[in-house]
């Protein structure tokens, strides 16, 4: 884990700051170059137990490393799975959280060709350790992004909009005017799902758990592009056979739940569709009937952006960024709704992004 080998490294010398530090400085004044500060687990449980704001000292650079100052990294669900240890990918500890985010470079080795002071970048790969203000990682752990899009959705373009996009291409040959529906849908992936499947002509029905601010989660998804805005309890409603005979039914369900919400977007897949699963929010299984296995020839199909790195180069990946950097660019995908807190309020930032029905993501933000 590069996260975990800049964490060990923190036992060497500090690294001069010189000028590059002058030059790419994004906030007013930089911490000491001693004093790096970290979100640290030692052992895996409540993110509210064994999470521990730290000092590390940074750790000297190689030829091939890059110096990076931490803008913003946000909290994913993923990031709580694995400090609780319920994740498929977890780092040896002590472990510095946080799987995504962006960051400046200050400095780079002799033999970096990449990047250079100034840039944006990102984690290649999960278990970085982005809940910190600053780090040393070799080249090859980071992609560089465009510094001009908004820092928001930089901070945020890692995971979810990947996921979204790869499960909108990957499973079903859609065609502009195809429906796809998809439960959590105020999630991050949900809302770049609605954004993505816009911008490609596709149309959604995105379900939500009923709440007390439902008309207003509903308006801001519509104005996403959501075309229809459901809840758990319309969709199990018997009027909604008559609701599905006015359109085709969808290729494609997205299933981020499981249980019973998962069970009622198999019963409105069209024969032969598939749903994706890359969620268990209700901690409960996907239960399909064998009828609708048999009878409609339903798949079920997993997906894991992980997994799908590591079935694919490096440059795919680079690809796929840069693909959402230009829907980013033309105003086709924005950050989800979020809400910024600065490093060292970091045990209000994990406590809201544990509650139910939270729909603002919380971005730590480092200056």
Same mark, same amino acid.
């Given at each position: 884990m590069w996260g975990r080998g800049a964490l060990l490294r923190t036992r060497t010398r500090s690294v001069a700051w010189g000028r590059g530090w002058s030059a790419a400085a994004p906030c007013s004044a930089p911490a000491e170059p001693s004093r790096v500060r970290a979100l640290i687990y030692g052992h895996h449980g409540d993110p509210a137990k064994v999470v521990e704001l730290k000092n590390l000292e940074l750790a000297?650079?190689?030829? %091939?490393d890059v110096h990076v100052k931490m803008l913003a990294a946000p909290i994913n669900p993923s990031d709580i799975n694995m400090i609780q240890?319920?994740?498929?990918?977890?780092?040896?500890?002590?472990?510095?959280?946080?799987?995504?985010?962006?960051?400046?470079?200050?400095?780079?080795?002799? %033999?970096?060709?990449?990047?250079?002071p100034g840039d944006w970048v990102i984690p290649a790969n999960a278990g970085l350790g982005t809940w910190r203000t600053e780090a040393v990682f070799s080249e090859e752990?980071?992609?560089?992004?465009?510094?001009?899009?908004?820092?928001?959705?930089?901070?945020?373009?890692?995971?979810?909009?990947?996921?979204?996009?790869?499960?909108?291409? @990957?499973?079903?040959q859609l065609q502009p005017g195809?429906?796809?529906?998809?439960?959590?849908?105020?999630?991050?992936?949900?809302?770049?799902?609605?954004?993505?499947?816009?911008?490609l002509g596709l149309r959604t029905i995105n379900v939500v758990?009923?709440?007390?601010?439902?008309?207003?989660?509903? @308006?801001?998804?519509?104005?996403?592009?959501?075309?229809?805005?459901?809840?758990?309890?319309?969709?199990?409603?018997?009027?909604?056979?008559?609701f599905f005979k006015d359109m085709p039914q969808p290729r494609l369900a997205l299933n981020c739940v499981g249980g019973k919400s998962s069970t009622e977007l198999l019963r409105h897949l069209a024969p032969g569709g598939t749903m994706v699963t890359y969620g268990g929010m209700a901690k409960q299984p996907v239960i399909a009937s064998v009828s609708q296995l048999i009878f409609k020839d339903l798949k079920l199909r997993g997906f894991w952006l992980s997994q799908w790195k590591k079935d694919h180069s490096p440059a795919q990946f680079k690809e796929l960024i840069l693909t959402l950097c230009g829907l980013i660019g033309r105003g086709q995908l924005t950050a989800p709704a979020c809400s910024e807190v600065p490093l060292q309020d970091y045990e209000r930032a994990l406590e809201a992004s544990m509650q139910p029905?939270? %729909?603002?993501?919380?971005?730590?933000?480092?200056?």
């Open positions: 000297a650079m190689g030829g %091939s240890g319920n994740y498929g990918l977890l780092p040896k500890l002590p472990a510095v959280g946080g799987n995504e985010g962006v960051g400046q470079v200050v400095a780079v080795g002799g %033999s970096v060709t990449g990047v250079k752990a980071l992609i560089g992004v465009p510094s001009d899009i908004p820092l928001q959705s930089a901070a945020t373009l890692g995971v979810n909009p990947c996921t979204a996009y790869r499960m909108l291409m @990957d499973f079903e195809d429906w796809v529906i998809q439960n959590a849908s105020n999630s991050g992936v949900g809302q770049a799902v609605i954004q993505i499947a816009a911008a758990r009923d709440r007390p601010d439902l008309q207003e989660l509903t @308006d801001r998804l519509k104005s996403l592009g959501a075309e229809h805005v459901l809840t758990e309890e319309e969709l199990r409603k018997h009027e909604m056979k008559n029905f939270v %729909s603002s993501k919380q971005i730590l933000t480092m200056c």
